[in-house]
């Protein structure tokens, strides 16, 4: 089955570029997801991406896929105290509805 | 639009009680998940409901846990008895579909069990 893999931190200076990395093993993966946990909330989609694009931006958001080596990135521009949360990327498997998530990256943003 | 409801938000009981957790997803939404996030895990898949319907519970532990969409609305979830290894962040999420597109699931704010 579907294996979602990431980083577990990153800290980045506010107003820098944060970019979150995430491999996952099942290249049929239909659609990628970029879920938002803030503490004591539940998860919120940030963005999602079809696995025949590449690229997609939204706002201060950006979505790279690079199919070949299956793998996702999340790039926030101007990076606020207010994005501080885990980040988890996930994958629809190709034979259901079903996601997998990946363990979560937690952002820490210094100021 | 209201979102999903979830109670209580924390629990704490002793290993070998039993918990029930309770759902309301977002109306209109047939399907609804319940799944379960252990610290410094991402959420785990336990059982997915289209309206009143099992569509995937192969991960949920059935010797110990059980879960029931009677009306096709709401859900409860249920772990009778408790384990320590039960102490999680029990999440249910409703989506429109289980199927077509991109299905938004849209997640509740969780309930904190621990078992001690």
């Known amino acids: 089955g579907e294996d979602v893999e990431q980083s577990l931190f990153l800290s980045v200076r506010e107003g820098d570029s944060s970019v979150i990395n995430c491999t996952y093993t099942?290249?049929?993966?239909?659609?990628l997801y970029w879920y938002k946990q803030e503490p004591g909330a539940g998860l919120q989609l940030l963005t999602y991406i079809f696995s025949n694009m590449d690229m997609k931006q939204d706002q201060r958001l950006t979505v790279l896929l690079n199919k070949k080596d299956k793998h996702l990135s999340l790039r926030i521009a101007d990076t606020q105290t207010g994005d501080s949360a885990i980040y988890f990327c996930a994958a629809r498997e190709s034979s259901a509805s079903k996601i997998i998530f990946g363990s979560g990256t937690r952002l820490s943003i210094r100021p | 639009e209201a979102g999903v409801a979830q109670s209580p938000r924390y629990k704490i009981i002793e290993k070998r009680q039993s918990v029930a957790f309770w759902c309301n997803p977002i109306s209109g939404h047939a399907t609804l998940y319940w799944y379960q996030q252990i610290l410094g895990q991402g959420p785990k898949l336990l059982i997915q409901f289209q309206n009143n319907g099992v569509v995937d519970d192969s991960q949920l532990p059935k010797d110990r846990f059980s879960a029931e969409r009677l009306k096709g609305v709401d859900s409860t979830l249920k772990i009778q008895p408790a384990k320590l290894e039960d102490s999680a962040v029990y999440l249910c999420?409703?989506?429109?579909?289980?199927?077509?597109?991109?299905?938004?699931?849209?997640f509740g704010p969780g309930t904190r069990l621990t078992v001690t």
């Open positions: 099942d290249s049929s993966s239909t659609y």
């Open positions: 999420a409703s989506s429109r579909t289980s199927g077509g597109t991109s299905y938004e699931q849209y």
